[in-house]
């Protein structure tokens, strides 16, 4: 009896076995390590991923997660939580990113660390301006009395209906001209005396005529001590502090940190105790990156027809081109 108890025994095993194998089995499939389809990533390939990125102290900057977004305080309404959609090898994403989901696989997750060469790059200083606090301006200013524009030029800023001799007034300012010729380019001249005024929205005071000649006309700035001031295109005021004969003092006023859309791209505003520094680096420039990310789906480009060797004639027959 005591044998066959033990060959029972004997037999269970395997079962047990076969069993334990198969939960994990399950296991690893539900984690996704083991992926049936066995489809990797590879360049060309359209894929979607969730992402969450973040610096290396673990300030979270991005995510595809909108409650990450929330614990982080980044949740913004207006823009969808989803995937990120691409095609790998495009150059549409960061170099480390693009390289970094190279052979994985659907469901599968990973954590990508990526140096800034192949992120935003290295911080360049040549892109970093200091201004200082107090600021002297000089307190007269000599423009020419004559200026040339291209005719499309001069068309997009005053319209197509003038001819030689027609007095314009420049946009958003108080300065007349006459033209003076017109073909391809539009010569123009501003019509000033001494002590006339004038006010342009690129200016930040009124201008006084206080000399002119054939070719130049020089103008003062009307500007008292106490004025606060600002300038075309920045975030923060100014006040004069000084007013000489030949110069304007001025003290920039601290803002807290602010980012600006300019012409050429982001920059980012900080008042320090010496001065302004204006910084149009990528906000990322010189970090190192890390993304915990999944795939979620991977998508292959459709297969190219092959060109055949062979046409076919109106009676149907194959001929050889």
Known sequence: MEQDKNNNNNKTIPFITLAVLGVCFITFMQLGCIDESGITIENGDTIQVNYTGKLVDGTVFDTSDPDIANDSGLYDPMRPYQPLEFIVGNG?????????????????????????????GPTDPTMIRLLPLLDNIPATQTLQKEISLSIDQFNFTFGPDYKKGDIVQLPESTINMTIVSMDENVNLSIIAKVDDTFKSEQSPWKEEVIEMNSTHITVKHIVEVGDIITFPGTPWNSTVTEVTDANITIEHNPIPDETIQTPYGAMDIQFNESGIIMDTNPPLAGETLVFDIEIVSIVKPAPTEKPTNETTNETGNETEP
């Open 92 to 120: 549409k994403v960061i170099e480390g990113f693009d390289t970094g989901v190279l052979g994985m696989k659907e469901g599968q997750k990973k954590t990508l660390t990526i140096p800034p060469e192949q992120a935003y």
